[in-house]
């Protein structure tokens, strides 16, 4: 256990449909980043919060939207789903912005798969 | 922008012998971090070393070394005594230091298989 936790861990959806997902960082880390794993694309950067404010955006898509609540929590929701979203998600949690020395704590990815 | 390349999509190795991915980037930042990452058939991401951009001397964790060439700008990772669960995806990734934002940018992979 990384001390990331993912939910769900698999979805399976309709295209158009929309789906959130979440998000609980290691306990003591304030920035959340949200990756796209597909199968012909590698790990694409999406979004980082930190401490509950956006501090970079990456290749997301203007159906996707994401927002860290107070308790650091973090929920990215995907909206008018097409087939070529369904990806291997993963969100990561490190101390602070500017100071990634020690890199990323990965949870364990939501697997989505669009019908 | 800071591009990271692996141009080893598949690597094939033996058990206890010692095999060598390779990793370039290309930045215009003096001063970064470099890491490789282990994904197995988990799916699960596993730091498994890295390199701040400052300091000459290689990073060893136990059988992981790197070979960091700055000037060449280029960050290869060895394994030595290769094991089975040494089998996974290697993604070689890189931080820019400082500012507001810390993402990590991936290279592709290359996928390690170690035979019995």
């Known amino acids: 256990d990384s001390g990331v936790t993912q939910t769900p861990k698999h979805l399976i959806t309709a295209t158009g449909q929309r789906v959130t997902l979440r998000c609980s960082p290691r306990s003591g880390d304030l920035s959340v980043y949200w990756y796209q794993q597909s199968l012909d694309q590698g790990l694409q950067f999406l979004i980082q919060y930190y401490n509950g404010e956006e501090r970079a955006k990456g290749n997301i898509l203007e159906r996707f939207s994401a927002q860290q609540f107070p308790d650091l929590h973090s929920e990215l929701n995907l909206s008018s789903l097409e087939l070529g979203d369904s990806a291997l998600y993963f969100c990561?949690?490190?101390?602070?912005?500017?100071?990634?020395?020690?890199?990323?704590?990965f949870g364990s990815g939501t697997r989505l798969t669009v019908v | 922008a800071q591009t990271v390349t692996q141009s080893q999509p598949e690597m094939s190795v033996q058990e206890a012998e010692t095999v060598t991915l390779s990793c370039t980037y290309d930045t215009s930042e003096n001063n970064y971090y470099l890491f490789w990452y282990k994904q197995p058939p988990s799916r699960q991401m596993i730091l498994v070393i890295r390199q701040e951009a400052y300091k000459q001397q290689n990073a060893t964790e136990n059988r992981f070394s790197v070979n960091f060439q700055k000037a060449a700008k280029s960050f290869s990772l060895k394994i030595s005594d290769s094991q089975l669960g040494d089998t996974a995806m290697y993604f070689c990734?890189?931080?820019?230091?400082?500012?507001?934002?810390?993402?990590?940018?991936f290279g592709t992979g290359t996928l390690l298989a170690v035979q019995p």
């Open positions: 990561a949690s490190s101390v602070v912005a500017g100071q990634g020395n020690y890199g990323y704590t």
């Open positions: 990734a890189f931080m820019k230091q400082g500012g507001a934002t810390n993402k990590l940018i």
